[in-house]
């Protein structure tokens, strides 16, 4: 009698090992289907919407025309414009303040190594994404109707959006500190509100500070759309000039904020790479004040102050036995910068002009104006709603499918490790900035009057602005691969070339396509925020729905948009955690 041969018995190990590598690799083939999927919607929304050069090119003569009417600029006298500009800082480093005091406990709560329970840490985290999903638009328009006009609605509009961002980077960086200290504060009987404090904290300030003056920049931005709806200061003058076709002096206020933002730029990457820390900036202070035994000898005269704080690295002082730290240099330049922070805050609070018993008011009367947004009005959904918010998902997709097509060459260009020389590094890192320094708004305002009305505006506007955006991560994402392994295939006769394609590009992609998706991300949202200059979408509709008091529709509009952007992060996180 002929039996089959049984197999054998395969190891327990090596079963368990097969059946984890099985359904990862099905994910991972599932995620670079849809990623080929996001692919193809690009290109057909780019096609669907008839954005092509020859229709470009049939706007040439209408860009001539603007270019006509907008010159010579008007610019307003100049206490009138310092005036704005006031304001409009003012209201954005309320906002920003707002938003970092906010999120520290909810990082604190949300991050592993300081959060009290895995249902708080899951809450916390929940809020965080919520916060980043409502666009800072839709609250702004909410708390008009809670707080009347001023310069609260936008503070607390900002303040709470840039908790989804500020909140999320600050909860990543505290899972990341060096546990030893909040450790050498639980074993000397310390409880969990001075481990956070004195454990927490102080390693955390430099992340706090480079956050904050990163969401400073976003809000500078953001704060020019908030005028469309009536925030004051530059954004609010800029929409009242377009609003009657004045654009000698919209384009005037809209140049103030072009140089405004690089500005901001320019002082916020300066602060951020010193606090951070750069490679420069890690070598011993005395080196690079100046070096040698002068340097060093001053420094021990003067306790420190030459080289700023050396004193420092002695565990406890001259004898070893002081325990409080000393009034050396670096002390006291945290304690001036703090100065300088909390006067800038009073003064910011001054000019915005907030007023706590509105504040107050508004509070109390928050239930019944809440009241006013529900139940949301469903009628308009199948007529109107979805084919706007279908519109809104096509600019969104053909302006990042562009913006990526436009952005990986130069960035390529820009980073130091690629670009065939200095000279075209430093040429493409200026154009970065330059293209970053202009908000998304002031396109879109000038494709509007050059294409007119319509999606080809707000996509042309969302592809440029991608491009400062993508175009930095890609060169400094290649500028952070391992430079060893470039080395080891030079050194075997590898070309240029050959060493970009196995070396340097393969190991940046993972970060390359979480990039792109961060971008289309937020290009959801910022499709939506257009629509309100008439860039198309469903933005304008909701603008309208605000202006007519219809609170039933601004409902509908708002849960259709929160129910996108919660889908398109959801499967963000999951492409993200697939092709890891």
Not at 194 to 199: I, K, S, T, Y
Not at 321 to 330: G, I, K, V
Not at 442 to 467: D, H, R, S, W, Y
Not at 564 to 569: A, G, Q, S
Request: positive net charge; charged residues 15%.
């Amino acid at each position: 009698m002929h039996t089959l041969a049984r197999p054998a018995p395969q190891p327990a190990g090596e079963a368990s090992r097969a059946g984890v590598v099985r359904p990862r690799r099905l994910e991972s083939a599932a995620a670079k289907a849809v990623l080929v999927a996001l692919v193809a919607a690009g290109i057909w929304s780019t096609m669907a919407l008839q954005i092509n050069v020859a229709s470009i090119a049939d706007s040439a003569g209408n860009a001539v025309d603007f270019a006509g009417r907008m010159l010579p600029l008007d610019f307003p006298p100049v206490a009138e414009l310092a005036g704005m500009i006031g304001e409009t800082l003012a209201i954005v480093l309320l906002a920003t303040v707002l938003s970092v005091v906010l999120s520290i406990p909810v990082a604190v709560a949300a991050a592993e190594s300081t959060g009290r329970t895995r249902l708080g840490r899951s809450g916390a985290r929940g809020f965080i994404v919520l916060m980043r999903a409502i666009p800072d638009l839709i609250l702004a328009i909410v708390f008009f109707r809670v707080f009347g006009l001023g310069a609260l609605p936008g503070i607390l509009a900002m303040g709470l959006h840039s908790i989804g961002m500020v909140g999320k980077l600050l909860a990543d960086a505290i899972e990341d500190l060096d546990p030893g200290p909040r450790a050498a504060v639980q074993a000397a009987g310390g409880g969990r509100v001075q481990q956070v404090v004195v454990g927490v904290l102080p390693q955390l300030l430099p992340q706090i500070i480079a956050t904050g003056l990163h969401r400073f920049d976003i809000n500078l931005r953001t704060s020019v759309l908030l005028g469309y709806v009536g925030v004051g200061g530059i954004g609010l003058a800029i929409a009242e000039s377009m609003r009657t076709l004045d654009y000698r002096r919209g384009m005037a206020l809209a140049l103030t904020v072009l140089v405004l933002c690089i500005l901001t730029e320019l002082v916020s990457g300066a602060f951020r790479r010193r606090l951070l820390g750069t490679p420069r900036s890690r070598a011993p202070r005395g080196r690079s004040v100046g070096g040698g035994a002068l340097v060093g000898w001053a420094d021990r005269v003067s306790g420190g102050w030459v080289t700023g704080g050396r004193r420092q690295d002695r565990p406890g002082g001259a004898d070893g036995r002081r325990l409080s730290q000393p009034w050396d240099a670096d002390r006291v330049r945290r304690y001036l910068w703090g100065a300088v922070v909390v006067a800038l805050v009073f003064l910011a609070w001054r000019d915005a002009g907030v007023s706590v018993p509105g504040f107050l008011t508004g509070l109390a009367e928050l239930p019944s104006t809440a009241l006013l947004f529900f139940p949301p009005d469903l009628s308009a959904v199948a007529s109107t709603l979805w084919p706007e918010l279908l519109t809104t998902l096509q600019i969104a997709l053909a302006a990042t499918f562009l913006g990526a097509v436009l952005a990986v060459p130069i960035g390529l260009l820009a980073a130091r490790n690629v670009a065939p020389s200095p000279a075209v590094h430093g040429t493409f890192r200026v154009l970065i900035v330059l293209v970053r320094g202009v908000p998304e708004l002031i396109l879109a305002i000038v494709f509007v009057v050059v294409t007119g009305l319509g999606a080809v505006a707000g996509t042309l506007a969302l592809a440029i602005g991608a491009v400062g955006l993508l175009s930095k991560l890609v060169a400094d994402s290649l500028e952070e691969t391992d430079v060893a392994v470039q080395e080891a295939l030079r050194a075997n006769g590898a070309g240029r070339m050959q060493v970009f394609a196995a070396a340097t590009l393969r190991q940046a992609t993972p970060a390359l396509v979480a990039h792109v998706l961060y971008l289309l991300d937020t290009n959801v949202r910022a499709a939506t925020l257009l629509g309100v200059v008439g860039a198309g979408g469903i933005g304008y509709y909701l603008l309208n729905a605000s202006r007519i008091v219809d609170f039933a529709t601004v409902t509908t509009i708002v849960l259709m948009i929160l129910g996108v952007v919660l889908v398109i992060e959801g499967l963000a996180v999951w492409l993200r955690r697939a092709l890891r």
